[in-house]
């Protein structure tokens, strides 16, 4: 009885990992803020540099106002970055193909569905404004899942949508928040089976 017992949690514990071992893993081991608005600070800090399967890695972007007027920001799905995508290139054509960065904002949002495992997404086209008072930053964070990386290499933080980039205002006038950050992203081998 012992040995049946011994042998089915045997044979399951392999079952389970027989997907895992072998998967790409991801590691991003350097950020890098290549632009900013001048009224405007951007960065970005690695909360958790490991790209796997099962955990994804994480990403925290802050936009801190450093003028002593409030600016405001427009943004589609979630305020103030929108939906968020990598790309191979900071200027990425219609046809090239982006990498969906999820974010727990998503959640909390009526104007992105996202389905339930992440295969499609839909945006409403209603912008979403406020304020950034002078002084104040926020923060969001982003998550990359493993699977959904196409290769290491330098990749770029992009819109997810064409046409849907954040814009800010410090007057009636407004300009595109152009920001480029890098990221670097190297593989990593899992063992083997």
């Known amino acids: 009885m012992k ?8 044979t399951l514990s392999v079952a389970g990992l027989s997907g895992c071992l072998g998967d790409t893993e991801y590691r991003i081991t350097n950020t890098a803020t290549e632009t900013s608005p001048d009224s ?3 960065s970005v800090r690695i909360a958790v540099a490991g790209a796997t399967v099962e955990h994804p890695a994480a990403l925290t972007l802050t936009l801190e106002n450093t003028v002593d007027d409030p600016i ?3 943004s589609y799905g979630v305020w103030p970055f929108g939906v968020l995508a990598l790309a191979p290139s900071p200027t990425p054509g219609e046809d090239t193909w982006k990498t969906t960065l999820y974010s727990p904002s998503y959640e909390a949002s009526t104007r992105v569905e996202v389905d339930r495992g992440g295969s499609s997404m839909s945006l409403d086209g209603t912008p979403i404004t406020r304020p950034l008072n002078s002084g104040e930053s926020i923060s969001r964070r982003y998550e990359l899942h493993g699977d959904d990386l196409p290769s290491a290499g330098t990749h770029y933080i992009v819109e997810k ?3 849907r980039a954040s814009r800010y205002s410090r007057d009636d006038d407004w300009e595109t928040l152009e920001s480029q ?4 992203i190297e593989e990593k081998r899992r063992l083997p089976m």
């Open 72 to 74: 405001r920001i427009r």
């Open 40 to 42: 405007l600070s951007l």
């Open 161 to 163: 949508f064409d046409g």
């Open 181 to 184: 950050i890098r990221l670097s």
């Open 3 to 10: 040995r049946r017992t011994f042998l089915t949690a045997s």
